[in-house]
């Protein structure tokens, strides 16, 4: 067995795999299009494999960013499109991927890593525990707002918009560092639908996004721009049947009080399964910003907050933000 990256031909049959093993039911699009930067070949040195024969019989993805956070800009890894072909099932394969990842990426020093399953009781035995929080607001019920302010309306998001978007996107106190061109292939997936909302000179103040291929469906998943304006947006969404929830995480929370008091229904959950992969370094980062006593750095619920039994937010030491374009 040989466990590491893949070679072109390899990847092409990790990417089959993958679209075979974990696509929704009735997926219009391919999984490299619902996740491009990381099942990107940019990111292909970010995918590990299980070779048998020279085949990829079991693979998985994770991408490395910078996270703007409380506590300054953090590495963090997500993994994702775990995957194992039905006839290697029960072997541990998918556990020894992720032991290497987790390996290689401590190696690297990255001190958090963050996966999303809908099996999470298989991966808490591998020392992923469920951390993060952010808030699902429904908007079915919502009174709407008052409409644009005068001089502002709205229309639907073209290719031309991405510097700007991205530059509103950038005002979030908490967000993934994307990289250049990051923001063209988020906004531009197939499964995507954007609203912008432009002033004079159709100069772009607001945006907000529609699902993300197969996955987020009828969800917004990345808002931007002053609430004034991503308000009637959100109302724009709702009205056009775009979506029916929108994604508010920390350093949000005003949008969601905000709908809150028009009459949404807001959920806290946990954000995904988290690992420490390097607690003395975690230390480090919360110790620069002022943090640290009393803290346990191998607990992510301890540094991320959770979601208690009550569904109230409890807060950790710091402050970290995964938008639904970043998540993996």
């Given amino acids: 067995m040989n466990i590491g ?14 679209d075979q093993e974990i696509r929704p039911a009735g997926a219009q699009t391919h999984s490299w299009e619902d996740f491009p930067l990381i099942l ?4 292909r040195a970010g995918v590990f494999g299980i070779l048998e024969d020279d085949k990829v019989v079991a693979g998985a993805a994770c991408l490395v960013r910078q996270f703007q956070t409380s506590c300054g800009a953090v590495p963090v890894a997500g993994i ?22 987790i390996a290689s990426l401590s190696s690297a020093n990255v001190p958090l890593v963050v996966l999303w399953t809908d099996q999470p009781e298989t991966y808490t035995g591998r020392g992923f525990r469920p951390a993060g929080w952010e808030f699902h607001v429904d908007l079915q019920n919502v009174a709407a707002a008052n409409g644009f302010p005068s001089g502002f309306s709205c229309r639907p998001y073209a290719d031309k918009d991405a510097d700007a978007v991205s530059s509103l996107y950038g005002r979030h106190p908490y967000r993934t560092i994307r990289n250049p061109g990051d923001a063209a292939q988020l906004y531009g997936m197939p499964g995507t639908t954007g609203l912008v909302a432009v002033g004079q000179g159709d100069q772009v103040v607001a945006a907000a996004f529609c699902g993300k291929g197969a996955d987020f469906v009828k ?5 931007s721009g002053p609430h004034g304006l991503v308000l009637p947006l959100l109302d724009e969404v709702r009205e056009r049947d775009l979506a029916r929830h929108v994604l508010v995480p920390p350093g949000g929370q005003a949008l969601a009080d905000s ?20 607690p003395e370094q975690l230390s480090r980062y919360l110790q620069g910003s002022g943090h640290g006593g009393g803290i346990d750095p191998t607990d992510p619920a301890s540094i991320l907050g959770t979601v208690g039994p009550d569904g109230v937010v409890v807060p950790g030491a710091l402050d970290l933000a995964v938008w639904g374009f970043d998540s993996v």
């Fill in 5 to 18: 990256p893949l070679d072109p031909a390899q990847f092409h049959d990790y990417l089959t795999l993958v």
């Fill in 40 to 43: 990107g070949q940019g990111n």
């Fill in 80 to 101: 994702g499109c775990v995957v194992t072909r039905p006839d290697r099932r029960g072997r541990g394969l998918s556990r020894d991927l992720q032991t290497a990842m």
């Fill in 219 to 223: 969800y917004v998943c990345e808002w």
């Fill in 259 to 278: 709908l809150a008091r028009r009459g949404a229904v807001v959920t806290a959950r946990t954000t995904g399964l988290w690992v420490m992969t390097q």
